[in-house]
């Protein structure tokens, strides 16, 4: 009896480790390419850049992790059809989700980046329902004028907005959110699911094809025009690390726990990172009105997301995960930008 109590508190504190792990490298993750971008220390103001270093890393760790070493085994069921039709255009979304939301911090301040991105759930879902995944409701429209509401005032009380930054970050929540609807079309219409590891696998690549050709017309000629490429190898290649090592915790926490329990952890991590960023980031002056619509838009998405989880747990009731499932990809949050 005292080993399986001994036991039982071992796999609680396993559990809630790798829930902080997750927070502080989600929260973490947003700070640190905030800095790289805008130091003047690492000199390294290229958003496009720096997301193709970290696709070309993940790429090569994945390949290392699966290939090579073995420590990983790819998912099957990957064909070209599929690959062509549904994880290419997951690849271009997402390099654009990672280009235009890393490029928004240039511009606007972390916390309100935050913000704005409480959107994401209504673009999703307005989507959606364009793709004929979604069913509109009374109570999802609800739900998503609670969200917009939010966002809209969390905005008015921001004292330096910047539209340019405003822009790229919406821009980045629309191709986050085209993002996601591919994915979910792969899973339900398709039946592929894959765990982080192979998702990454095959994405990453593909990822970084898409962000090599703009990189190449929009970032190359001002890398060059600065001198002879001298940047902080060490840096770059610790926040490429950093970055690999958060998509591994998501694997981790969802395997000991659950996609509710990833989608609380991520509403803790945006505050978490709104209210630190106040204290990290000169640029980033918190107001009442900002906290009190933020507030209001984290509401509404907490409801969207209790929704959304009992509309999943509703269709899955009659089927018991084994202990070697893959996770479906619609359960994986972005965590390239937190």
């Not at 490298?25 to 640190?32: A, D, N, V």
């Not at 929540?173 to 085209?178: F, I, N, P, S």
Request: net charge positive.
């Amino acid at each position: 009896m005292a080993d399986r109590s001994r036991g039982f508190m071992r796999d609680e504190f396993v559990t809630y480790a790798y829930i902080l792990l997750y927070i502080a490298l989600s929260s973490g993750q947003i700070f640190f390419n905030k800095w790289v971008l805008s130091s003047k220390e690492i000199n390294f103001p290229y958003p496009l850049g720096l997301t193709l270093l970290h696709m070309i890393f993940s790429s090569v760790l994945c390949f290392l992790l699966t290939k090579v070493l073995k420590i990983v085994k790819v998912e099957e069921g990957m064909t070209l059809e599929i690959y062509v039709t549904s994880v290419i255009p997951i690849g271009a979304m997402f390099a654009m989700t990672l280009w235009l939301g890393n490029t928004a911090y240039l511009y606007i301040s972390v916390a309100f980046a935050q913000m704005l991105k409480a959107i994401m759930p209504v673009a999703v879902f307005i989507l959606g329902v364009a793709a004929g995944l979604e069913i509109m409701s009374c109570r999802m429209l609800l739900i998503m004028s609670i969200i917009s509401f939010g966002v809209l005032v969390a905005s008015y009380g921001e004292l330096n907005i910047n539209w340019i930054g405003v822009v790229y970050q919406m821009g980045g929540v629309v191709g986050e959110a085209l993002r996601l609807i591919f994915m979910e079309i792969l899973v339900k219409r398709k039946g592929i699911k894959l765990n982080p590891i192979s998702l990454m696998y095959y994405v990453s690549p593909c990822s970084a094809v898409c962000l090599f050709v703009p990189w190449i017309f929009l970032e190359k000629s001002k890398m060059d025009g600065n001198g002879p490429w001298n940047f902080h190898f060490v840096v770059l290649t610790l926040n490429s690390l950093c970055t690999f090592a958060l998509n591994l915790s998501v694997f981790l926490v969802i395997s000991h726990t659950s996609a509710l329990t990833i989608r609380v952890a991520g509403v803790v991590k945006d505050w978490v990172v709104v209210l630190v960023s106040a204290l990290l980031f000169a640029d980033t002056k918190l107001t009442v009105i900002n906290l009190f619509g933020y507030a209001i838009a984290i509401a509404g998405v907490a409801a969207y997301n209790n929704h959304k989880l009992k509309k999943e747990a509703s269709r899955v009731t009659s089927e018991t995960p084994g202990d070697g499932e893959s996770i479906p990809l619609v359960s994986l949050p972005n965590t390239e930008r937190g």
